[in-house]
């Protein structure tokens, strides 16, 4: 079975993200979705919560898994029999940094393959940060995220402000 591994931090999950997973779900028998821990930092959703959400907005994608992680990627795709991560790209900005990644991954488990996804042109600007910015400060985040989180994700924001 061809399985990949979608990594990140998805804090939270993005239309972005989705529409990268729905792509690499027609590509591969099976594609896990993996929150990474990242204990060095503090991030606005709990694992659970960004867990939760992802499955909220994926439930159409019959072969997609959820779960998380602490600890590296290649050691997860390793543990999961993966042997391809997929990355979505969205400027020359998100190269140079997941360039290193893939070559530091391909040292620590030289059978793992890393493969790039061309954003979505609609999506080319999103990112979970400019989410959390827009939703901070009471802007609309309707067009960024999946209908089925956009009220969780505001309620979430308004009791972080209190
Ligand atoms: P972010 O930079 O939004 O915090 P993550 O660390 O959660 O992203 O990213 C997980 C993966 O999803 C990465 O491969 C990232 O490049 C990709 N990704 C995030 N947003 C988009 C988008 N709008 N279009 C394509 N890929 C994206």
Redesign the pocket.
């Known amino acids: 079975m061809k399985i990949a591994i ?6 939270p999950v ?1 239309k ?2 989705v ?2 997973l729905e792509r690499s779900s027609k590509l591969f028998d099976k594609v896990i979705a993996v929150v990474l821990v990242n204990p060095t930092k503090t991030p606005t959703f709990t694992t659970e919560e960004r867990v939760d959400l992802i499955k909220r907005v994926t439930k159409h994608i019959p072969n997609l898994e959820v779960d998380s992680y602490t600890g590296l990627v290649a050691d997860y795709a390793q543990m999961k029999n993966a042997h391809t991560l997929i ?4 400027a020359v900005t ?1 190269f140079e940094y ?1 360039f290193q990644q893939a070559l530091i991954n391909k040292k620590l488990n030289p059978e793992l393959e890393t493969l790039f996804m061309v ?2 042109q609609d ?2 600007y ?4 400019l989410v959390r910015q827009i939703a901070e400060f009471g802007g609309d985040i309707d067009m960024f995220v999946p209908e089925e989180i956009k009220d969780i994700l505001k309620e979430k924001m308004i009791k972080e402000k209190k």
């Open positions: 979608c990594p990140g931090s998805f804090d993005t972005g993200h529409d990268i990355k979505g790209l969205r998100d997941e954003t979505n999506y080319m999103l990112s979970s940060t």
